[in-house]
């Protein structure tokens, strides 16, 4: 089992930034590709960004694309996203999730370990 905790949710204004962080345990953290996804209410949850367990590759969803930035420290067990350029359609509660190093997904179902979420509101 991989347990995870988000934490740097909060509210900012339109064209700020906040960083997201993730904290992993329970497992060696290197043994996992991390995934951010984001849920806004009444809407579907969806894919943000990913990253693989080396943290060589990067994918991110059209929308974030130039303005979100995924990063991680397998010394501290930990992923991050960098979000920038915050826009009202960017607020939703925000989800760290893993999957086995030798799995590719963008897609929920692709990953079985999900942290609890962190509100991110962004006001105009």
């Known amino acids: 089992q991989v347990q995870l905790v988000e934490s740097g949710g909060g509210l900012v204004q339109a064209g700020g930034s906040l960083r997201l962080s993730c904290a992993a345990s329970?497992?060696?953290?290197?043994?996992?590709?991390m995934g951010w996804f984001r849920q806004a209410p009444g809407k579907e949850r969806e894919f943000v960004a990913r990253?693989?367990?080396?943290?060589?590759?990067?994918a991110y969803v059209d929308s974030v694309k130039g303005r979100f930035t995924i990063s991680r420290d397998n010394a501290k067990n930990t992923v991050y996203l960098q979000m920038n350029s915050l826009k009202p359609e960017d607020t939703a509660v925000y989800y760290c999730?893993?999957?086995?190093?030798?799995?590719?997904?963008?897609?929920?179902?692709?990953?079985?370990?999900w942290g609890q979420g962190t509100q991110v509101t962004v006001s105009s």
């Open positions: 999730a893993a999957q086995a190093k030798y799995y590719y997904s963008t897609l929920a179902d692709g990953y079985p370990y």
């Open positions: 329970g497992r060696t953290f290197s043994n996992y590709n």
């Open positions: 990253i693989s367990w080396s943290g060589i590759s990067t």
